[in-house]
């Protein structure tokens, strides 16, 4: 049997709820899920697609921002 994952959110996230992911990382994969469903569905990203995307999203903040500046 394995350990059960260990969700987290982003320090962004704000305490009002709304749109947050939580994202649990496992050497073999990283898991992501929408907070307010935490038992829906998920998405897994291999390790490297998970680090590719986190390096873009952090290289391209400022294009994605949303309307109030927040990513």
Known sequence: MSAPLKWFKSSYSGSQGGDCVEVAA???AVHVRDSKDP???TLTFAPAEWS???AFAA???ADIAGP???V
């Open 39 to 41: 038992e829906g569905p």
């Open 68 to 70: 109030n500046g927040q």
């Open 26 to 28: 496992h050497p073999a």
């Open 59 to 61: 290289a391209h903040a």
């Open 52 to 54: 590719a995307f986190a």
